[in-house]
């Protein structure tokens, strides 16, 4: 038997973690370059935006309700996995986008 999980998860320290690394990362540039390369993050974002906010669940009619219970649960936890997955790439994608900006620079 699964654990139930309840959902939505409030993991409000993860999305502050996030913001504490671009903001780190943004640092070493000058204030008038950020905007552009927050908008070339958001576009990654973005480019990826239905893979990891749109997922279909299909529970079975004859199922119980703890049957599909179970289910629900799995699904979120997919979710959140995958919301990682995309924090990760973010992670990533500030890092590269800073050290292009740096390499155009010199």
Do not use: C, N
Not at 64 to 90: F, P, S
Request: charged content about 35%; cysteine-free; proline content about 3%.
């Amino acid at each position: 038997m699964s654990e139930i999980i309840q959902f939505p998860r409030q993991d409000a320290g993860k999305s502050s973690d996030l913001e504490a690394v671009i903001d780190k990362a943004l640092k070493t540039i000058p204030e008038k370059d950020r905007e552009k390369i927050r908008f070339d993050l958001i576009k990654t974002v973005d480019s990826y935006d239905a893979f990891f906010t749109e997922w279909s669940l299909s529970l079975p009619a004859e199922g119980d309700e703890t049957l599909k219970k179970q289910i629900y649960d799995i699904a979120h936890q997919e979710h959140d996995r995958k919301m990682r997955m995309l924090a990760d790439i973010i992670r990533l994608k500030i890092q590269v986008l800073v050290a292009q900006y740096h390499q155009r620079r010199y």
